[in-house]
């Protein structure tokens, strides 16, 4: 369920246009002028509401609220204005003034609907960004990982494609009265840096998530183990050099890595990578490890798309 509606959440976010966005202004101000000139030569109003209406609806693809109650405003005016300054009577004045009426309601309900779809629209996208996203870091979330990473496993064995996932592990360095004690009381700004020097490292394809307070994920989309040892030892080496030597705070990092293998499933791929995590922890300091070292990396190379079976 998250799957399918988090993604809409997010192709759903309105376009933030605010006043700078010309091009919305400019619709506006010539189609509801051309519906007014028209409007004038139908005194029954009959062109007034639907017309309107459709603008108002069209600032749907707006974030801010402004834009709807401006095109509501400006239907609303132009309807009245057209019933003054429409020539000549050529119906009975009721059937006028009840054309007239019904096509401010029509654009009011609209506005109406449409300020409640995007608040409706506002609250989704901000209920699934609380429920998936890391606050501190706006990385993916341990619950992220837990679904997203089943479906990555999916469609590696069934694409038959490689996946890497490696564990960053960060530990708080106090080298104080020359003894270097490791713990986990890392701050948050600490945090932040390193979820962001890993964030801008990886590729697009890759994902990070957040899954324990020091603790960091990367899923390596389409990559066997050795690459992403290689991807892993750069980063390893970026984040080790955010220390200064003239701080005595400072923090380590290990890595452990590894890769889908047959018959693998989320608990397992985790358990072997937290195996390797161990390893690099014992071979000291900012070290980077894979469990098992070799495997066998020889899947298909050809796009998961291309893989698909035709139907028929």
């Excluded at 402004?66 to 429409?86: C, D, W």
């Excluded at 080298?175 to 490791?182: G, L």
């Amino acid at each position: 369920m998250r799957s399918i509606l988090f993604p809409k959440a997010t192709q759903l976010k309105l376009v933030d246009s605010e006043y700078n966005n010309h091009f919305f202004w400019l619709f506006l101000l010539v189609t509801s002028l051309s519906i007014f000139l028209f409007d004038l030569h139908t005194p029954l109003g009959v062109a007034a509401g639907t017309p309107y209406a459709l603008i108002v609806f069209a600032s749907l693809g707006f974030k801010n609220n402004r834009s709807t109650y401006i095109a509501t405003v400006i239907g609303i005016s132009f309807i009245v204005l057209g019933f003054f300054l429409s020539p000549g009577i050529v119906a009975p004045m009721e059937v006028i003034l009840t054309n007239r009426i019904l096509g401010l309601m029509i654009i009011t309900i609209t506005a109406y609907m449409v300020l409640k779809i995007k608040k409706v629209n506002h609250e989704l996208f901000t209920l699934m960004t609380k429920t998936y996203i890391d606050p501190l870091t706006n990385c993916k979330n341990n619950r992220a990982f837990q679904e997203e990473v089943k479906t990555e496993i999916n469609r590696s064995n069934r694409y038959k494609r490689n996946l890497s996932l490696a564990i960053f592990d960060i530990a708080h360095c106090n080298s104080a009265n020359n003894k270097e004690e490791f713990t986990y009381g890392l701050n948050n700004h600490s945090i932040k840096l390193i979820s962001y020097e890993i964030r801008k490292s990886i590729r697009s394809s890759d994902q990070l998530y957040r899954v324990d307070e020091n603790r960091f994920v990367v899923l390596y989309a389409e990559t066997d183990i050795n690459k992403a040892k290689d991807a892993s030892d750069a980063l390893c080496e970026k984040v080790s050099r955010m220390n200064q030597p003239d701080i005595q705070h400072g923090f380590t990092v290990s890595v452990g890595i590894t890769m889908l293998d047959d018959g693998d499933n989320l608990h397992r791929l985790y358990k072997r990578a937290e195996e390797a995590l161990s390893v690099a922890k014992e071979n000291g300091v900012n070290q980077v490890a894979t469990f098992p070292e070799t495997m066998n990396t020889g899947k298909s190379h050809i796009p998961a798309i291309l893989c698909r079976p035709r139907s028929g």
